[in-house]
Each structure stands twice: as structure tokens, then as C-alpha cells.
């Protein structure tokens, strides 16, 4: 299909759209919250296509757009007084209302739900469409389902070339992100999705409302959701994106920890002290963040870069929207890199007695966070077997269970093999880690220690105030590790020879504890419990 491309203040771009739509084509136009494509919501044919053009999963509702308060009452069953007063102050705006359906709507358009979603958008040239055709438009945002909204008509054009009628320019959209929904089908009015219209404004009008809890969080496997909307992986460019909590200066560290391969999605004025950086609106004002995000996320995969790491934005206001399509986009990774307490590393060459000396520290109320089980856990993540299996063939794994084994074969076939498989499980043992030590955090514990073998040749080095490495005499290192691996005391020597030398380890580490036989390292901890109380 050749796509028409209009815009919106040409003469004829709106009587030649409200002509496609009467016809049961799709059409691309933009409103004040989004770039909505739209069709003929009496027309259940020309609804289906909307599903088969955007890749829409059946199951997911769309909102009906009406340009006056008769059109609306056509579509309920009865309207609900709540909802005069809402549009009395909010329509035409960025407010969704859900309401008991009438029999004109088409199952095709609310999923077979009894209720259906209703709008009154602002933007002229919407309005206008509407009017000239005489018919309401069912319109979900004009992207290609799972990748984030279009605020422009390249956006549009990016996804739905070829696929759709025609596709009309008006511009950047004002808000940026989709309409507030809320339900008037439940006891008390449920905010399903946060939008311009924010839970004060809409409890001025409503009184108490109740936010569902899919806003903000994880649904549970198989819940029941008000809105199918919130069940989707929603929102998301192809790198993969996670919310960084905190202060700046935290949040800077953190990504200068980080390889070069990721982008900083940081507040104006912030971009300048990263490499690779998109600013997504002034911080503390969410209105300018909303304006910006989709643009934003959308640059970020024009950027190429494999990760983003996005600074949390405010939660309260228009800044819950904004926060609510982050979490989506973030598949809900957050990290909180606040932390508020000592964090030490420990490492050692093999067979010097590293895990002996954690036992030691967690009797004195240490928290230990044993990164080797935070590597094997972190491959048991969905995400991380995912992509494991585009670096290293989708045979490594059968449902959802990767052979490890043949892992470590490809992985470690080549320096640039393994350096691939790191470049996959390092940030998810960063994140376990993180949230490890804030656990460390809540049990009040004397500090964290982040027990980590090749603690100097990754990022976790940074997140530490200082480390401590072990030590022993070579004799005494070949010794257990032959009785505590049952290996040959060949194999022992070839283990420590592929390891790097003591003296690495003692330069980088600002406490060295001796474990050779003569040694007491209960004495030594002196030295540790003194500089972190
Ligand atoms: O700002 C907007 O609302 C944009 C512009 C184009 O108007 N439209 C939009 O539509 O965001 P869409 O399809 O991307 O999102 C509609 C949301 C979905 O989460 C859907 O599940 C929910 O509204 N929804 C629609 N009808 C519903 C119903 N009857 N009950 C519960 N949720 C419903
Ligand atoms: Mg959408």
C-alpha cells in the first residue's frame, strides 16, 4: 500500500482524511496527547485493520474519539454524572473515561469487553475530522504495538509505511504522552493509566479515586487486568533500557562504571559529562520530560547503543505518566544507586582463602554478597537467556533452561567470545548486586561486602569504598586448593598460573589480610571494623 502523506494545515488534509475514514481506511493524525491511528469505530472491518496494521495483540481495547457530548452518549449505556463533570472540565483534553458500553460499539473495538474507553481530544485538526466525517474514530496510538508512542509524523512514518492510507503532519504533539484513563465502571473511579491529567486534578472533581496498582508495578502472572493495555511490554526501544534512582552524582558514577557501549538518558544540561548521552527535559519539570520521552527513547536506538540507563524521573503530577511509560520501557528495571552504606570488596587469588575470611566477616555482622551465585542467578534471568542466545545460537537454551555447559564452550572459545558473554551478564550481576547491597541496607548490617574473584576487572570495583584482598604463599594456595577441588597438584598449579599475580591484587587493595599457616586473620579484621566504624 502506498502511504499519503498530508498535512494537517493544507486546505484539503482534513476533508480528504475524513473521507478515507467514512471509507474504512486508516489514518494517521495527530492529537494533543499522541499520533493516534484512526478508523471508523462504527466499522468493524475497518477496526480489524487497525489491530493487523499495528501488530495489536486481540485482546487489547481502543479508546473512541468523539468531538462533542452527544457523540459520547451515543456510545453508553447511560452516562454517569461523574462523567458530565469530568468533561465539564476536562474535554476536549487528554482525559480518557471508561464507561458501560451501548450496543452501536462494536465488540471489535473494546475486545469484547461490556465497557469502552471514550476521548474528547483538543487538537483542531482531530476535532475537525470527526466533524466532516459524522462519524466517531477508534484510534490507539500510532506506533507499531510495543515500541514507544510517535509525538511526530516521522515517528508515525517509521512504523507504518506501506501499512496505512495516509499519514497526517501536524507537528510535535503538546503533551507527549497517551491520555489519562479512568474507569467509571468500577465502585469507586480507577486511574488504569496516568496521563496530562493528573490523580489531584481528577479527585477535585471525582473525590477519593484509587490508582490501580498496575501503574506502578509488575503484573502478577496470570492477574486479571482492568486495562489490557497494562499487560504489554509497552513503551520500548531495542536497547535495553533500565531506571537509574537517585543522585546525580551517584548516577554519573554508576555510568562511568559501565562499558561504552550504553547511552545516558539524563535532564538537560547533565549530557555533557557522558560520552554518548540524549536529555529528555529539564528536571523536576515533568510537563517538558512528558513533551520529550517517546523522541527520546525512539533516539536512543538511533544511537545504536545496546543499553540505557535513564534517569528516574518525579513521581508525583504529570511525572507519574512520564514514570509509569519509563517502567514499561524498563520492562520495570530499576536500580537505586543511593547507598547508604559501606560497601567493600574482597577478593584474593584462588585458594587464599577469600570465603574463609567472609565466614569471619559475617560473624561480625558484615553482610556478605557472594557474586558467584549472583552469576549463576543472573543466567537464569528470561532477559538474560534472551539475549545468550542471540550472541551464542538460540540452541543453548530449550525452554527457557540454558545448557550452561555448551555456553561455556562457545564462551570461552575466544577472548572476543567471552568478552561478549560478559558484556550480557555483567550489568544483570551489577544489578543483583545492587539490590543485594540494599538489602545489606535494610538489616541494618555493619557494612557489605561485595565477595567478588575478578572484582578488579569489572564495574563492581567502582561501587566500592575500598577492598580488601587475601593472601597466602603459593605452597600453602596449591595445597587447598587440591583438597578442597580433589584435583592433581598439576591442575592445581595450572589454575593459579592462569589467575593473575599477588602482587596485582595487593597494589589495587587498600587492606591486605594474611592467611598463610602462622597467621590469625580474627587479629587482622582489627583493621577493617576500624575503618568502617
Ligand atoms: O492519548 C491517547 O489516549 C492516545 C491518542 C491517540 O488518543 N490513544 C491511546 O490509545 O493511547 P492506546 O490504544 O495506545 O491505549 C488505550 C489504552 C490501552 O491501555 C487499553 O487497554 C485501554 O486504553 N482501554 C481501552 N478500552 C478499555 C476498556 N474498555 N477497559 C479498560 N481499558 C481500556
Ligand atoms: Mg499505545
Request: aromatic share 6%; with cysteine; hydrophobic share 40%.
Amino acid at each position: 500500500m502506498k502511504t499519503l502523506y498530508l498535512k494537517a494545515e493544507d486546505k484539503d488534509a482534513a476533508r480528504v482524511s475524513a473521507r478515507i475514514l467514512k471509507d474504512g481506511g486508516l489514518v494517521a493524525i495527530p492529537t494533543e496527547t499522541v499520533y493516534g491511528l484512526a478508523a471508523n469505530a462504527l466499522d468493524p472491518e475497518a477496526v480489524k485493520s487497525i489491530f493487523e496494521a499495528k501488530g495489536r495483540p486481540q485482546d487489547n481495547p481502543l479508546i473512541v474519539h468523539v468531538s462533542s457530548l452527544e457523540e459520547a452518549e451515543r456510545l453508553v449505556e447511560k452516562m454517569d454524572p461523574r462523567a458530565y463533570a469530568l468533561a465539564e472540565r476536562f474535554w476536549p483534553g487528554p482525559l480518557t473515561i471508561i464507561m458501560k458500553k451501548s450496543d452501536i460499539v462494536p465488540d471489535a473495538v473494546t475486545a469484547g469487553l461490556d465497557t469502552v474507553a471514550i476521548r474528547m481530544p483538543s487538537h483542531p485538526f482531530a476535532a475537525e475530522i470527526i466533524r466532516l466525517s459524522g462519524v466517531p474514530f477508534a484510534a490507539p496510538s500510532a506506533n507499531s504495538s510495543g515500541k514507544p508512542s510517535p509525538t511526530n509524523a516521522s515517528h508515525v512514518a517509521q512504523d507504518m509505511d506501506g501499512k496505512i492510507d495516509a499519514i497526517v503532519d501536524g507537528g510535535e504533539c503538546e503533551v507527549g504522552v497517551e491520555s489519562t484513563v479512568i474507569t467509571l465502571a468500577t465502585e469507586v473511579p480507577t486511574l488504569l493509566r496516568p496521563g496530562g491529567v493528573t490523580p489531584d486534578e481528577l479527585e477535585e472533581v471525582l473525590g477519593k479515586i484509587s490508582v490501580s496498582h498496575a501503574v506502578y508495578e509488575k503484573l502478577n502472572e496470570g492477574e486479571r487486568v482492568q486495562s489490557p493495555g497494562m499487560k504489554y511490554k509497552h513503551y520500548a526501544p531495542s536497547a535495553q533500557v533500565t531506571i537509574i534512582k537517585g543522585s546525580f552524582a551517584n548516577y554519573e558514577k554508576f555510568l562511568k562504571a559501565q562499558n561504552d557501549d550504553v547511552c545516558a538518558v539524563c535532564f538537560n544540561g547533565e549530557g555533557r559529562n557522558f560520552n554518548k548521552f540524549i536529555e529528555y527535559g529539564v528536571e523536576g519539570n515533568s510537563d517538558t520530560q512528558a513533551h520529550r520521552l517517546f523522541d527520546a527513547l525512539r533516539e536512543v536506538d538511533e544511537m545504536g547503543c545496546a543499553r540505557a540507563f535513564v534517569r528516574c524521573p518525579e513521581t508525583t503530577g504529570v511525572g507519574l505518566a512520564v514514570y509509569n511509560r519509563l517502567l514499561r520501557s524498563a520492562a520495570f528495571r530499576v536500580i537505586d544507586v543511593d547507598i547508604d552504606i559501606p560497601v567493600i570488596g574482597l577478593t584474593g587469588q584462588t585458594g587464599a582463602g577469600k570465603s574463609t575470611f567472609a565466614e569471619l566477616l559475617k560473624e561480625e555482622g558484615y553482610y556478605i554478597v557472594d557474586t558467584d551465585i549472583l552469576a549463576r542467578k543472573a543466567v537464569e534471568s528470561r532477559a538474560v537467556i534472551d539475549q545468550l542466545c542471540k550472541c551464542f545460537g538460540e540452541d543453548i537454551a530449550e525452554n527457557g533452561v540454558l545448557d550452561r555447559r555448551e555456553l561455556a564452550r562457545r564462551a570461552f572459545s575466544s577472548p572476543e567470545k567471552t568478552e561478549l558473554l560478559n558484556s550480557v551478564t555483567h550489568p544483570e550481576i551489577i544489578r543483583l548486586t545492587i539490590e543485594e547491597i540494599h538489602r545489606a541496607e535494610a538489616e541494618k548490617a555493619r557494612a557489605a561486602v561485595v565477595d567478588a574473584p575478578v572484582l578488579f576487572e569489572c564495574a563492581l570495583k567502582d561501587m566500592c569504598n575500598f577492598t580488601v584482598c587475601v593472601t597466602a604463599p603459593e605452597e600453602e594456595r596449591i595445597e587447598r586448593i587440591i583438597m578442597r577441588d580433589s584435583i592433581s597438584r598439576e591442575d592445581a598449579i595450572l589454575r593459579i598460573s592462569a589467575q593473575k599475580s599477588e602482587k596485582y591484587y595487593v597494589e589495587k587493595s587498600g587492606i591486605i589480610i594474611k592467611n598463610g599457616q602462622n597467621d590469625d586473620m580474627k587479629i587482622q579484621l582489627v583493621k577493617l571494623n576500624e575503618r568502617i566504624d
